[in-house]
């Protein structure tokens, strides 16, 4: 195992990373920090928590659909996951209209 610091938000979290997985993890943590960067700029008016879930939500939700594509799976699980992103999406314009005037 290696230690390493990568760093999200502008804060440095230490981690243990197998031997060669180094590159993979900085550019995890790159990745990751700058859809952070971008939720919290479209949200700049919500809590730092608020924004960090709605993130981590959508940066889920593209896990899944990865994994969907590679798995060819059923329609079912398709269409849940259709919902889930128009959901997340109606969340994030409310979000943003009752912030509109702020």
């Given amino acids: ?3 390493i610091k990568v760093t999200v938000l502008g ?11 180094e590159e993979m993890m900085y550019r995890i943590a790159d990745y990751v920090d ?3 960067e971008e939720f919290k700029k479209a949200l700049s008016n919500q809590k730092d928590l608020t924004v960090l879930v ?3 939500l ?3 939700e593209e896990l899944f659909q990865e994994k969907q594509k590679k798995s ?3 329609g079912s699980e398709e269409e849940i996951m259709s919902e889930i992103n128009s959901s997340l999406r109606s969340i994030l314009n409310d979000i943003k209209d009752e912030n509109s005037d702020i």
């Fill in 11 to 21: 804060r440095q979290f230490p981690l243990k990373v197998s031997d060669g997985d």
């Fill in 34 to 36: 700058t859809r952070f």
């Fill in 54 to 56: 709605l993130a981590s």
């Fill in 1 to 3: 195992m290696k230690s």
């Fill in 58 to 60: 959508s940066i889920a």
């Fill in 72 to 74: 060819h799976s059923n």
